[in-house]
T-cell receptor, first 113, second 114 residues
Framework: AQSVSQHNHHVILSEAASLELGCNYS??????LFWYVQYPGQHLQLLLK??????LVKGIKGFEAEFIKSKFSFNLRKPSVQWSDTAEYFC???????????FGTGTRLTVIP | NAGVTQTPKFRVLKTGQSMTLLCAQD?????MYWYRQDPGMGLRLIHY???????AKGEVPDGYNVSRLKKQNFLLGLESAAPSQTSVYFC?????????????FGPGTRLTVT
């Protein structure tokens, strides 16, 4: 079965620190990749997505992610986090041609002012 | 546009009671989904629909039923609620372009079964 792994369960950073959240998936075929963010008490919002083309994807709020096919990874990065980035971050994968997403278990980010 | 809306926002049920969660979207999306979110487990797909009148099982369908009588609505039913169904339920929708694209989520329904 396809799985999505987010190894960091809880990350605590100070403001202005750099962020990298890991995401690995187990499916070997063509995939679409997503990062969603869930701010406290809110619904999931799309941060960025990769369908094809340039493996370095830029999203909203200064986030970016790099698809490395050989490593089955889609890590999320931000050079300088802000207190407002405190949220839970979910990686999701969809096999091309499939109808549904598979989500990772999420990484909770706490940014200390 | 309201996007994806869900009613109710909160609900408390007793074991064995039934209820229906309503999801509505005004984006004319073909695909709709129901997920549950539990601590440490991310989102798991319960059921989904690829169009009006069609439904399919997801990863954790047991104990739930769904219906999609109108394109804009997707109903999730619990016939006999159990404490294991205490969770936050999210509805999502996506449009079709040679396959479903990114999903847009509703605000969630927090359900407690006692």
């Amino acid at each position: 079965a396809q799985s999505v792994s987010q190894h960091n369960h809880h990350v605590i950073l100070s403001e202005a620190a750099s962020l990298e959240l890991g995401c690995n998936y187990s499916y070997g075929g063509t995939v679409n990749l997503f990062w969603y963010v869930q701010y406290p008490g809110q619904h999931l919002q799309l941060l960025l997505k990769y369908f094809s083309g340039d493996p370095l994807v830029k999203g909203i709020k200064g986030f970016e992610a790099e698809f490395i096919k050989s490593k089955f990874s889609f890590n999320l990065r931000k050079p300088s986090v802000q207190w407002s980035d405190t949220a839970e971050y979910f990686c999701a994968v969809k096999k091309t041609g499939a109808n549904n997403l598979f989500f990772g278990t999420g990484t909770r980010l706490t940014v200390i002012p | 546009n309201a996007g994806v809306t869900q009613t109710p926002k909160f609900r408390v049920l007793k074991t064995g009671q039934s209820m229906t969660l309503l999801c509505a979207q005004d984006m004319n999306h073909e695909y709709m989904y129901w997920y549950r979110q539990d601590p440490g487990m991310g989102l798991r797909l319960i059921h989904y629909s690829v169009g009006e009148g069609t439904t399919a099982k997801g990863e954790v369908p047991d104990g739930y039923n769904v219906s999609r009588l109108k394109k804009q609505n997707f109903l999730l039913g619990l016939e006999s609620a159990a404490p294991s169904q205490t969770s936050v339920y999210f509805c999502a929708s996506s449009y079709y372009r040679t396959g479903p694209t990114e999903q847009y989520f509703g605000p969630g329904t927090r359900l407690t079964v006692t």
